[in-house]
């Protein structure tokens, strides 16, 4: 039987008119929910909170902290976690559907900013009167600040106390880098392992090895001066001389502890997010020393809570309020394992676990790798920082030619 | 059957504005049907490839993405990039990795393809077994590429250091970076070899080994005289879909070494992407850039492919 031509036309127009309309307005509808649900401004309605943790789920501290909030200024947020390496990719092409609020890697917050992502707090109406200066300014970009710290971390140096007794090391005696290397040499002999980092490819790699360079009093807008040298040299020559594994080179800092934790190593270089379990394995740390004695500035960690550009400007009084229940009482940092960013959250911290001060004095001392005026070029510098210490650790240069390579590269 | 025309026009006939009429309804049918294929085409072809040769042409920052403007660079990306010293390393190891991968798996597969022909107990299920690397997402065999090749917890050096070898730095060192992703791609490529060139094994008239084996031919003879010159067409889009495909391996890099240690299993898909988002500051006019050369060299093999496809099959 034949279809009648007029039935294939009809047909067809139809088929085509619905793949259009369809291709049409897939195209023109905006993807983020925020701004759409017309309860924009008032309480009530949805507000949009992206994060950097995957790991946690719905059950964990942090998840049930948001829950609260919500609950407390009855509206809800939807929470959206990624990958913290992909931050600034996502909020990018988000734009300009960004979300109400976002935790962001701190070195990140000069860039967004500077990109025009980001409201600083004198338009959100933030206040951050209470923050200790040093973790609020990697948060500053010129005389703006954007975002409150949800908390601060630092690195240390773990030890394990069997390995260096076994060995005959008395921690008292690792005071700068050569008793330092004195003592993985010991270990060694002994026929443990020295000490595990994390020097990988990424900005984990800096964070790590900027207690080091920093030790060596050396400056981020110098990458190769006489100062900074030492520091990559000594990296080197652990993983040369087998003080620390090749496995530096691809150890995030998660891998790293995963390392530590076999019980075979005298020394990690890992973050006060690992202090419960060091504790659980009766590890100890101390902070790192400088070249010379004396702790080194170690960079501060951790997220800041910003509030992204909204269309709809009244949305921004309550993404201010989220904000504030979040830090309000440390509700954030204690549930991140953050040390609070104001006095009166760390004292109750304190007050709640008193083996907390090592790590109190050592963000006290911590500086943010923005620091210096550095702002959104720290960026840049970073990258060429940890190429150069792949670089060197993998034998590709050497340290002097590797900082070399990093500076021409980071001031053009 | 035959249904008459519903349009009383139409059945009238002889009109030259009816034939016209009706000649533009069979256009306008035509269209219709096409729509939704070139709709398809524009929105998710000819936009993204276009906006990526404006992104490559233009100064794009982060504000950009606010703003909306960026300024004309005309070919000063292109030229950067080309400047760069990154660019011969991600060049020489995109060619040893594209090269290195096809020769490999394009001659194990073949050696694969050919000894499964000879059916024999269990051929089938052994067969079904060497399609398991295509089967996995990529990212789980990476990552366990990754662990075996791993410094010190590896079970490759485990092995070769119980043979007394010494400890290889698969990963982390600049001579065996590039070898070690090399190994994990020939291991993810050989599935497809070994399919494609077992069923044109398939076409080879039986006839024609018959006759061989009459003649006295030996295997070896055999195989060079009849199945590899027989094979030459399916070898050669083989060989060339697997070109194209490796040009832009990214995942398996990605997550075994990131392209490094420094540049040494940098190509230019990683390349790229560690220029747009991986880390400093996003350059994503240059990463653009790269991206854009990266597919000029697929294109040229695609139309070789093309070519020879056409000469292999004329109609």
Known sequence: ?412 | MTTTPLDPRAGAGGGVSSRRRQRLTSQLVAWAFIAPVVLYLVFFYAYPLVRNLDLSFRDYTLASFITGNADWAGLNNYIAVLQDASFAPAILNTAVFTLGSILFQFAIGLALAVFFFRRFPLAGTLRALFLVPWLLPLLVSASIWSWMLNSESGIVNAGIQALGGPQINWLTSPQWALVSVLIANIWIGIPFNLVILYSGLQNISADVYEAASLDGANAWQTFWRITFPLLRPVSAITILLGLVYTLKVFDIIWIMTKGGPGDASTTLAIWSYRLGFGGGTPELSPAAAVGNLLIVIAFVFGLIYIRLQRRVDPS
């Open chain 1, 1 to 412: 039987m034949h279809i009648t031509r007029s039935a294939r036309i009809v047909a067809a127009t139809v088929i085509g008119i619905t793949v259009t309309g369809t291709a049409l307005t897939g195209c023109s509808s905006s993807p983020s929910g925020s701004g759409t649900d017309g309860a924009s401004g008032s309480a009530g309605g949805t507000y949009n909170l992206w994060d950097p943790y995957p790991d946690r789920d719905s059950s964990s501290a942090w998840a049930q902290a948001i829950d609260a909030c919500a609950s407390e200024l009855g509206i809800t947020i939807k929470r959206t976690a990624s990958n913290t390496g992909d931050t600034v990719k996502d909020l990018t092409t988000a734009a300009p559907n960004l979300p109400d609020v976002a935790l962001i890697d701190n070195p990140k917050v000069p860039t967004l900013a500077a990109a025009g992502l980001l409201t600083s707090n004198a338009d959100s109406g933030l206040d951050t009167a209470d923050i200790q200066d040093n973790i609020l300014s990697a948060g500053q970009v010129d005389g703006k600040t954007y975002g409150v710290p949800v908390g601060a971390n630092t690195l240390g140096l773990y030890y394990n106390p069997t390995v260096l007794s076994a060995a005959g090391i008395d921690i008292a005696s690792v005071t700068d880098w050569a008793s330092l290397t004195a003592a993985l040499e010991k270990v060694v002999a002994a026929g443990k392992k020295g000490i595990t980092f994390s020097a990988v490819g990424t900005e984990e790699g800096s964070f790590q090895f900027l207690p080091w360079f920093w030790g060596a009093k050396a400056d981020l807008t110098q990458l190769d001066s006489a100062a900074a040298q030492p520091s990559l040299q000594l990296w080197t020559d652990w993983v040369k001389q087998g003080l620390a594994p090749n496995s530096v080179l691809q150890n995030t800092q998660g891998t790293s502890w995963d390392e530590f934790k076999t019980g075979e190593y005298a020394f990690a270089e890992n973050g006060s997010w690992f202090q419960s379990d060091a504790d659980k394995a009766g590890y100890k740390v101390i902070q790192i020393p400088g070249e010379d004695g004396g702790a080194a500035p170690a960079p501060t960690g951790g997220e800041f809570l910003t509030i992204p550009v909204q269309k709809d400007a009244a949305r921004y009084a309550t993404s201010v309020k989220i904000v504030n229940c979040l830090t309000q009482g440390n509700t954030a940092a204690d549930a991140l394992g953050y040390v609070a960013p104001t006095k009166a959250g760390q004292d109750a911290q304190l007050k709640a676990d008193p083996t907390l001060q090592g790590w109190i004095t050592a963000v006290a001392d911590a500086k943010p790798r923005t620091a210096d005026n550095l702002g959104v070029k720290y960026a840049t510098i970073s990258e060429q920082l940890y190429t150069a210490v792949q670089n060197a650790l993998s034998g590709t240069s050497s340290p002097a030619d590797a900082l070399k390579a990093a500076q021409t590269a980071a001031s053009h």
